[in-house]
């Protein structure tokens, strides 16, 4: 079974930092990697996809690397904004199956003005 | 998202009463999901649709029934609730929304109380 874990758990920065989050995850076969941003009581919102077959993604100030071998995955944000503050989520597809995603327990980001 | 709506988003009910949450799509995806999102946890598959009447079971099914009548419908059934069932309801969609395809998208969830 697919474990996916993140790391850390909560983070705070002050504002206009560059930052990291953590994903690695125990199966390498996966089909791609999804980072999403969910705000306190809301839904999920998709931020970037991965295929595995691709080592990185950007959308704006967002960038994810994927390396399927060592099964790890980070999202880096630049400039932080306090707008960024929310739980970021990773979750992975493996090759087979339902299509359904394997999720992180999420990092709580707070990015103090 | 816009495509994705479920009812109820709130509902508080008692132990051993039955509950049926509702997802809707208007994108005619193929593919549906029931996830729940617990503290400590991160969101685990309940059952999936891959077609009309076409159903199997997640990771956490236990208690749960689902149902998928319409290509745009799937029905989550708490056949008769306990307090271990109180959580956030998630339903997704796997498809293009917005051009790209393979990305997963989620309804805004459905918190149920169970007392």
């Known amino acids: 079974k697919q474990e996916v874990t993140q790391i850390p758990a909560a983070l705070s920065v002050p504002e206009g930092e560059n930052l990291v989050l953590n994903c690695s995850f125990t199966?390498?076969?996966?089909?791609?990697l999804q980072w999403f941003r969910q705000d306190p009581g809301k839904g999920l919102t998709s931020l970037l996809l991965?295929?595995?077959?691709?080592r990185e993604q950007t959308s704006g100030r967002l960038n994810a690397s994927l390396d399927k071998s060592s099964g790890r995955s980070t999202l880096y944000i630049a400039a932080s904004q306090p707008g960024d503050s929310a739980t970021y989520l990773c979750?992975?597809?493996?090759?087979?199956?339902?299509?359904?995603?394997?999720f992180g327990t999420g990092t709580r980001l707070t990015v103090i003005p | 998202d816009a495509g994705i709506t479920q009812s109820p988003r709130h509902k508080v009910t008692e132990t051993g009463t039955p509950v049926t949450l509702r997802c809707h799509q208007t994108?005619?995806?193929?593919?549906m999901y029931w996830y729940r999102q617990d503290p400590g946890h991160g969101l685990r598959l309940i059952h999936y649709?891959?077609?009309?009447?076409?159903?199997d079971k997640g990771e956490v099914s236990d208690g749960y029934s689902v149902s998928r009548s319409k290509t745009e419908d799937f029905l989550l059934t708490l056949e008769s609730a306990t307090s271990s069932q109180t959580s956030v309801y998630f339903c997704?969609?796997?498809?293009?929304?917005?051009?790209?395809?393979?990305?997963?998208?989620f309804g805004p969830g459905t918190r149920l109380t169970v007392l």
């Open positions: 979750a992975v597809r493996p090759q087979t199956g339902a299509n359904n995603l394997f």
């Open positions: 199966d390498s076969a996966i089909y791609n």
């Open positions: 991965i295929q595995s077959s691709q």
């Open positions: 994108e005619n995806h193929r593919y």
């Open positions: 649709s891959y077609g009309v009447k076409d159903t």
């Open positions: 997704a969609i796997n498809g293009a929304l917005a051009g790209a395809t393979d990305t997963q998208y």
